[in-house]
C-alpha cells in the first residue's frame, strides 16, 4: 500500500499538520496517510508502528514550525523521534519534502541541525500561509499526486459527466406534487400518466369514445362522443356533431 508520512513535532507545527492529514485524507483515501496520533490505535507499540509505517511509504512531509530549530537539544538526541522519522526516511531512501508552516519560518540552514539531518536545508521546501490555508493545502494535495502517482484522486471522482438515459432537469415554484422521473416505481398522492396516446379517464367505470352505445335506454352517438360510467372528477369539454340515427328508428 502506497503511503505518504507526515512528520511533524508536538507544540511547533501539529496544528498544520492535522490540517495536512485531514485534506490529504479526503482527497487520497486516510489508509494511505499516516499521522501518528490518528494512524496509531491505543495500545499499539508506537516505535513499531511507526518504523512500519515509514518503510512502506513512498513520500515524508516534515513540517517545520517558527519553533522546529529552536528544540536543539532533541534535535541533537538519536532518540528523538521526529529525528528518527527523518533518519529513517534517508536510509530508505524515501523523498522528503519540508513544509515551513507560517509566514515566520525560515528556510533550514544547515547550521541549525545536526550533521545527521544536514541534507534537510538542501531539499527543497514549500511555504504554507496559515493565512491562506485554502491554496496551501491544495498545493501539498497536488504535489502528492504528482509525486506518488499509484494514490488515486478521489477529488476526481466528485465531478462525474451525467450517465446516458437519465433525467437532468430542474423544478421552481411549483405548488404541490412534481415528481422527475426516468423511470418511475413508488406511490405518489395523486395521479401518474404515461406515455398516453388515447382517451384517460381516472375514475371507475368505462370510457366511450367516439362510438355508438346503448346503455339501459340512453343512446350516445356523435362525432366526438364521450361518455363516462363511474365516477369522474373535473371538467371534460368537447364540441360534438349530430346525433347519429337510432339502428332501430326504421322499424
Known sequence: MKEVFINYRTGDGEKTAALIDQELS???GPQHIFRASRSIAPGEAYPDSLLAAL????????????????????????????????????????????????RK???LSTADLPSE?????DLQSIPFDTHDTE????????????MVPGLDDLSRADVTSPVSDTVTNSITDVSGTAVQSRDFTGDVGGTVVKGAQGPI??????????????????????NGMTYFEGDNHGNVQHRFGEPDRREDDGR
Open 201 to 222: 379517464h381516472t375514475g371507475n367505470g368505462s370510457i366511450y369514445q367516439n362510438s355508438r352505445h346503448v346503455s339501459g335506454d340512453r343512446h350516445f352517438s356523435g
Open 55 to 102: 518503510r512502506r511509504s513512498c513520500l515524508l512531509l516534515a513540517v517545520v514550525g517558527p519553533d522546529w530549530t529552536n528544540f536543539r537539544t532533541r534535535l541533537h538526541d538519536p532518540e528523538d523521534w521526529v529525528r528518527r522519522e527523518i533518519e529513517e526516511a534517508f536510509s530508505c531512501e524515501l523523498p522528503v519534502v519540508p513544509i515551513l508552516d507560517g
Open 105 to 107: 519560518t525560515n528556510r
Open 135 to 146: 491554496s496551501g493545502i491544495k498545493r501539498i494535495g497536488d504535489l502528492v499526486a504528482e
Open 26 to 28: 479526503r482527497r487520497f
Open 117 to 121: 539531518l544536514a541534507r534537510l536545508a
